[in-house]
């Protein structure tokens, strides 16, 4: 079993920054691809950006690129979303996911564990 718990949100004015964390916890972090999605009211859950096991590999949303920077620390069994120049569009619940493939899939279902979400507010 894997847990994993979000920290970081908060409320910000547009074009400012947050830095998102995801602890993980039961088995091994460092075998699991790791990745960054989010959930505004009455919408799906979307892709935000997924890390490899290594942290060797990243990959974006088109929405996020240029803005947004995931990194993982395997001795601290940690990631991180750094986010720069925040949008009132980024407002949502922000969640971490792990799943033990080697592809960065862009689809929730891929993963199988999944943290409780940090809420993100962007004012305009």
């Known amino acids: 079993q894997v847990q994993l718990e979000e920290s970081g949100g908060g409320l910000v004015q547009a074009g400012g920054s947050l830095r998102l964390s995801c602890a993980v916890s039961?088995?091994?972090?460092?075998?699991?691809?790791m990745g960054w999605f989010r959930q505004a009211p009455g919408k799906e859950r979307e892709f935000v950006a997924a890390?490899?096991?290594?942290?060797?590999?990243?990959y974006y949303a088109d929405s996020v690129k240029g803005r947004f920077t995931i990194s993982r620390d395997n001795a601290k069994n940690t990631v991180y979303l750094q986010m720069n120049s925040l949008e009132p569009e980024d407002t949502a619940v922000y969640y971490c996911?792990?799943?033990?493939?080697?592809?960065?899939?862009?689809?929730?279902?891929?993963?199988?564990?999944w943290g409780q979400g940090t809420q993100v507010t962007v004012s305009s």
């Open positions: 996911g792990a799943e033990p493939g080697m592809v960065l899939s862009t689809r929730a279902r891929e993963y199988d564990y």
């Open positions: 039961g088995r091994t972090f460092s075998s699991y691809t």
């Open positions: 890390i490899s096991w290594t942290g060797g590999r990243t």
